[in-house]
T-cell receptor
Framework: AQSVTQPDIHITVSEGASLELRCNYSYGATPYLFWYVQSPGQGLQLLLKYFSGDTLVQGIKGFEAEFKRSQSSFNLRKPSVHWSDAAEYFCAVGARSSNTGKLIFGQGTTLQVKP | EADIYQTPRYLVIGTGKKITLECSQTMGHDKMYWYQQDPGMELHLIHYSYGVNSTEKGDLSSESTVSRIRTEHFPLTLESARPSHTSQYLC???????????FGAGTRLSVL
């Protein structure tokens, strides 16, 4: 069955520290991969996406993610976290062959930033 | 970034009332989606649409219904609201290719 796993439900980092949020997927073939961020009471904003090509993708707000096919992972990173990065982060996958455009979302990781 | 709008943002209503959550997008996207999200939890797809006059149920069973009479409009209706319907409802749209979904700000529904 297709699934997305974000192993860390809650992460706390100090402001200025580096960050890595994990995402693993189970899929028949390499899917499209996304990271979204959700601030409290808001919708989801796309941080970055992987379709093909370079496995290290750059996104907005200084985030990047690396696709590792051998590990079925798409981990999100940021070298120096800012207090405004505190939010909920969702990894999502979509089938390349899908006509529906449906995405499967992970459970989300809540990021707390300590001053 | 995205031209997708949801109204109302917040709704508190009594049990048994009929409600309609509005979702509109101005990007001309064919595909639209409704998700249900409890606080701090993952998103569950409850309805989606390929285009006008096409709707399908999602992965999570829902008592709500949807319609797609116009490309830009995808309202969700609950005929008789219950406390178990209390949740946040997110609307999204996407183009045919690329699969990226654009999200509205959501409607937070509380049924008393």
């Amino acid at each position: 069955a297709q699934s997305v796993t974000q192993p860390d439900i809650h992460i706390t980092v100090s402001e200025g520290a580096s960050l890595e949020l994990r995402c693993n997927y189970s899929y028949g073939a390499t899917p499209y991969l996304f990271w979204y961020v959700q601030s409290p009471g808001q919708g989801l904003q796309l941080l970055l996406k992987y379709f093909s090509g370079d496995t290290l993708v750059q996104g907005i707000k200084g985030f990047e993610a690396e696709f590792k096919r051998s590990q079925s992972s798409f981990n999100l990173r940021k070298p120096s976290v800012h207090w405004s990065d505190a939010a909920e982060y969702f990894c999502a996958v979509g089938a390349r062959s899908s006509n529906t455009g449906k995405l499967i979302f992970g459970q989300g990781t809540t990021l707390q930033v300590k001053p | 970034e995205a031209d997708i709008y949801q109204t109302p943002r917040y709704l508190v209503i009594g049990t048994g009332k009929k409600i309609t959550l509005e979702c509109s997008q101005t990007m001309g996207h064919d595909k639209m989606y409704w998700y249900q999200q409890d606080p701090g939890m993952e998103l569950h797809l409850i309805h989606y649409s390929y285009g006008v006059n096409s709707t399908e149920k999602g992965d999570l069973s829902s008592e709500s219904t949807v319609s797609r009479i116009r490309t830009e409009h995808f309202p969700l209706t609950l005929e008789s609201a219950r406390p178990s319907h209390t949740s946040q409802y997110l609307c999204a749209s996407s183009q045919v290719k690329g699969q990226r979904q654009y999200f509205g700000a959501g409607t937070r529904l509380s049924v008393l």
